[in-house]
């Protein structure tokens, strides 16, 4: 079955500055990549999602790559701010399979 | 509000009790999973239907049960065979589509805690 290994586990960032996090997948299928943001005590929101037919995808200050070939996909957040800071899921899936999540990243954004 | 509501929010268990996490949406959605979110270990599945009247297992089902009579419910009951329920019980659900994947929407979460 899917595997999705997700780096760093925590990262810390200054104020301003970009934040990137990357994932791996182990079943060349998947071909659906979710990033969820994760408030304390809240649920999983989805933020950005990619299909295995793009490369990239860029909403605002949110981007997400996609390496096929390498299988792994990455989340590169520009300009972060404190409100950015939260922990971060990836997640593959293909078609109607559930999806499998990595261990998420904990961002902190520091003033 | 369409949506997917978990309740209780929180749900104390007392050792060889059964209890039962409610699940109710009202997005039409055919698809509804369970996870269990535990610190540092992500999001872990425990069962998911694509169908009424129909459910898998995922990696973790030992000492849960699950129905799924209506569509837009999916009640999960967490038995005394499950050794280490304190977790943080998260329900979602999607479509499902031919060819073509779609992301969840996430339930509030229950916090269990065994007391």
């Known amino acids: 079955g899917e595997n999705v290994e997700q780096h760093p586990s925590t990262l810390s960032v200054q104020e301003g500055d970009s934040a990137v996090i990357k994932c791996t997948y182990s079943?060349?299928?998947?071909?659906?990549f979710p990033w969820y943001k994760q408030e304390l005590g809240k649920r999983p929101q989805l933020i950005i999602d990619i299909r295995s037919n793009v490369g990239e995808k860029k909403d605002q200050r949110i981007a997400v790559t996609l390496n096929k070939t390498a299988k792994h996909f990455s989340l590169h957040i520009t300009e972060t701010q404190p409100e950015d800071s939260a922990v971060y899921f990836c997640a593959a899936k293909w078609q109607n399979t559930p999806l499998v999540f990595g261990k998420g990243t904990r961002l902190s954004v520091i003033a | 509000d369409g949506g997917i509501t978990q309740s209780p929010k929180y749900l104390f268990r007392k050792e060889g009790q059964n209890v039962t996490l409610s699940c109710e949406q009202n997005?039409?959605?055919?698809?509804m999973y369970w996870y269990r979110q535990d610190p540092g270990q992500g999001l872990r599945l425990i069962y998911y239907s694509q169908i009424v009247n129909d459910f898998q297992k995922g990696d973790i089902a030992e000492g849960y049960s699950v129905s799924r009579e209506k569509k837009e419910s999916f009640p999960l009951t967490v038995t005394s065979a499950q050794k280490n329920p304190t977790a943080f019980y998260l329900c979602?659900?999607?479509?499902?589509?031919?060819?073509?994947?779609?992301?969840?929407?996430f339930g509030s979460g229950t916090r269990l805690t065994v007391v």
């Open positions: 997005l039409n959605h055919d698809a």
């Open positions: 979602a659900s999607s479509d499902v589509g031919t060819g073509t994947a779609y992301g969840y929407t």
């Open positions: 079943d060349s299928a998947s071909n659906y």
